[in-house]
């Protein structure tokens, strides 16, 4: 009789796993199309994909009342500002999946004996990553070792100024 009813609940774990398989799979299709617009200065216009690379820059018939920097640092803003909406949208999006992950069972729920190891297999939060341009202070304060290192190692000629 014990047999049955772990076959059983083992069915309907299995079950709920499959569920939560489809689910992320809907739902990662449905945070591949989201894209995210942002307008600054009434001038310029950047839209991103669902990873925050821009697939369009667009600029009002009036851009000319800006100079170059100012355009530059509208584009770099409009670019920030859409790519931070998309990343809460994706976030909106794939919202159900963790719900649902709390729901299941951990392998000391289905394993007699086993130990809890979801604490120690938890992912650490990511850090806050810097939009500061390069080698500004903010990102340069902590991180001079690292970039020293990278910059000896950097081929030159990069695109680093295209000249344009």
Not at 35 to 42: D, E, N, Y
Request: no cysteine; aromatic share 4%; proline share 6%.
């Amino acid at each position: 009789m014990s047999n049955e009813r772990q076959k059983a609940e083992l069915a309907d774990i299995l079950e709920g796993f499959g569920e939560q398989m489809r689910l992320i799979t809907k739902l990662q299709h449905e945070r591949a199309a989201l894209t995210a617009s942002a307008t600054v200065r009434k001038r310029v216009t950047v839209t991103v994909n669902a990873d925050g690379t821009v697939i369009e820059t667009k600029f009002s018939s009036d851009i000319e009342d800006l100079d170059y920097a100012e355009i530059a640092r509208a584009v770099t803003e409009a670019a920030q500002q859409a790519a931070a909406e998309v990343a809460r949208r994706s976030r909106d999006v794939m919202a159900p999946v963790s719900q649902n992950r709390k729901r299941l069972p951990t392998l000391a729920d289905l394993v007699p004996g086993m130990p809890d190891l979801s604490r120690e297999l938890a992912v650490p939060d990511a850090p806050v990553v810097s939009t500061a341009p390069p080698k500004s202070p903010e990102r340069l304060d902590g991180f001079r070792d690292s970039d020293a290192n990278a910059d000896a190692a950097r081929p030159r000629g990069g695109a680093i100024d295209s000249g344009w």
